[in-house]
């Protein structure tokens, strides 16, 4: 549907440009290559009424047709003046339209600012002919199309730097005016007494004073009326359209969060350092840091006052979960603190208020903005381990909550091995096809980038580890933490202590 939708823009806008200021040979060539006006109006009909109350959700087709009809007829008005006398000049008009206005049409694109100008500038055009139509003839009667290339220049820069400027505002007021104008005028061709902006002379004669007198039809003033009342109809509708998706989108963000754990104070700094690199990255969603009773009062205190200044910006909050230990026949634990938190993990499972959840261990920095992670389609995410490569690492999970699923990894716990005696390796024995299931579920490891990996591979083979490109997040795996040996800093360790110390300098900083 989306397809059809940016086809059926351009044809509008370029129905009605053409029919405002498109040379003769290109509309009604006397070659094959023309364009009935009927067919034009009934495209105007048809497709006005869409562009009037959707305009706006097409707003890239708007600026690519802009650019197009912008270049084509410049192009072809040249060739139409420079080779007036050859036979061979209505087919090269055609041509040089579509090769220059694809050409402009892909700048217009590009150049984005650009291209909200073209689009502006159109619907000021579109103005400056209606109006001249409806009085500014009468400033200048002798030479009616003096007063209309002021006003076309005139409007056509002011909407056009405004919609540069401000965007959304005067793009909604565009496309709902021109919507209205191709509407009334596909009407306007069928019932007749529509007058053509660009050709005002065939409504005048000359008094015996000498003076011109214009007798626009009446009729005119009803295609006026019915032009404004459908633009004022469509700008309604289409802010109530933004507006319910805005809605709509806030209710999506409210239902997708960042997740983090923190099984004891020893934590806290790593907490500390994850939200803030998540603020830094401009996170979209909120952060919801799960501790266990095992963290003090005091400690969860201070990370509340650690993340008032970020909640502007990035939302956080605290909230307690069940410790989920380690099953006692589990003997290879490397990590003492597992024993009675190290699946409190699975928590994440039962959170079913949220609709996506993307969680990332505590030890872990965020390098680059990584909300498309919500968008992906699987239930279950995750990236591949250092080794081996068909497990994965639990560090970071995108997770879509179900209770029943949650239940099930509860009721597994204590049935299926842990080959490192936490919860990556109960994971990847819960989930054993993740390699070769869906791509969805497999995540790129720039996506969970392991420290581990690079003390492999950077002295002698550096090559492994700057190939991890696009690197979002780096994941402090093993140990000792960052924090937990202050006199170890390799390049990451220095890395992570530079976003540690520049969050505890937010007091300091421009906007806190």
Same mark, same amino acid.
């Given at each position: 549907?989306?397809?059809? %939708? ?12 053409? %029919? ?12 094959? #290559? ?5 067919i ?35 192009v072809?008005?040249?060739? %139409? ?93 565009a496309?709902s ?24 002379k065939?409504?005048?004669?000359k ?30 509708? %289409? ?39 998540l ?7 909120p952060?919801?840091?799960? &501790?266990t ?21 990035? @939302? ?15 003997? &290879?634990? &490397?990590?003492?603190?597992?024993v009675n938190?190290?699946?409190?993990? #699975? ?40 080794? @081996? ?46 390699? &070769? ?25 550096p ?7 696009? #690197? ?41």
């Amino acid at each position: 549907m989306e397809k059809k %939708q940016s086809v059926m823009l351009p044809l509008l806008l370029a129905v009605c440009v053409a %029919q405002v200021v498109a040379p003769a040979t290109v509309l009604h060539s006397t070659t094959k #290559l023309q364009v009935a006006p009927g067919i034009a109006a009934v495209l105007a009909i048809f497709l006005g009424l869409f562009v009037c109350f959707y305009g706006y959700k097409l707003l890239r087709p708007a600026i690519f047709l802009c650019g197009f009809v912008t270049g084509g007829l410049l192009v072809a008005l040249i060739i %139409q003046y420079a080779f007036a006398s050859m036979a061979w000049m209505a087919t090269a008009s055609w041509i040089g339209f579509l090769v220059a206005g694809g050409i402009t049409g892909c700048l217009a694109l590009w150049l984005y600012n650009v291209g909200l100008f073209l689009v502006g500038a159109l619907s000021g055009i579109l103005l400056a002919f209606m109006l001249n139509t409806s009085f500014g003839y009468r400033i200048y009667p002798s030479q009616p199309d003096v007063m209309l290339v002021i006003m076309v220049v005139f409007f056509g820069i002011l909407f056009g730097f405004l919609a540069s400027m401000v965007e959304k505002p005067v793009v909604i007021l565009a496309t709902s005016f021109i919507g209205a104008t191709g509407f009334v005028w596909g009407v306007g061709y069928f019932i007749g007494k529509y007058p053509s902006g660009a050709d005002l002379k065939r409504f005048r004669w000359k008094n015996p004073s000498g003076d011109w007198i214009y007798t626009i039809p009446k009729a005119w003033w009803a295609y006026l009326v019915v032009t404004l009342l459908l633009f004022l109809a469509g700008v309604v509708v %289409q802010y109530h359209s933004i507006f319910l998706d805005l809605d709509r989108s806030k209710m999506n963000d409210a239902r997708r969060v960042y997740a983090t754990l923190i099984t004891s104070d020893a934590y806290v700094m790593g907490v500390e350092a994850l939200a803030y690199s998540l603020f830094k990255a401009n996170a979209r969603y909120p952060l919801l840091v799960l &501790h266990t009773p095992q963290v003090t009062s005091a400690c969860c205190e201070k990370l509340a006052r650690f993340f008032q200044p970020l909640q502007a910006k990035l @939302p956080i909050s605290l909230r307690c979960v069940p410790e989920i230990g380690i099953p006692e026949r589990t003997e &290879h634990v &490397h990590v003492a603190g597992w024993v009675n938190s190290g699946y409190s993990k #699975l928590n994440i499972f039962a959170l079913e208020e949220f609709e996506k959840i993307v969680y990332i261990d505590a030890d872990a920095l965020v390098l680059q903005n990584v909300d498309e992670l919500f968008d992906r389609s699987s239930s279950f995410a995750a990236a591949p381990d250092v080794f @081996p490569p068909d497990r994965f690492n639990a560090g970071v999970l995108v997770i879509q909550p179900n209770t029943d699923l949650f239940e099930a990894l509860v009721a597994k716990a204590t049935v299926l091995p842990s080959y490192d005696g936490g919860d990556t390796g109960f994971l990847n024995a819960f989930f054993p096809d993740w390699f &070769h299931s869906d791509p969805a579920s497999r995540l790129p490891f720039g996506y969970n980038a392991q420290r581990t990996m690079y003390w492999l591979v950077n002295a002698k083979n550096p090559g492994y580890w700057q190939a991890i490109q696009p #690197l979002k997040i780096l994941h402090y795996s093993s140990n000792p933490k960052p924090w937990e040996a202050p006199d170890r800093k390799g390049d990451l360790e220095m890395l992570w202590w530079q976003v540690y110390t520049e969050s505890r300098c937010l007091g300091f900083l421009p906007g806190f």
